[in-house]
């Protein structure tokens, strides 16, 4: 794990790998999903929305991405 980010309101968890990959799990039921593959770099950077409908990734590539996690 390069980093990690609680989320706001949830018992959920977005954690970030050296190889750029990206995931979210959620404890209640242990479900992963990926959201991002890996890629270039390591992700350097995770930051929940004050919402918590959407994930902001970085990597030392300098890539970036948002992702909608709210499902709408």
Partial sequence: ????AF??????LAIGYADGAAILVRFSDQLGMELDEPGEGAVTS???SADGKHLA??????RGAIVNVSGS
Wanted: hydrophobic share 40%; aromatic share 6%.
């Fill in 1 to 4: 794990m390069t980093a990690v």
């Fill in 7 to 12: 989320h706001p309101s949830e018992e959920t």
């Fill in 46 to 48: 995770l930051a929940w």
């Fill in 57 to 62: 990734i970085g990597d030392e590539a300098g």
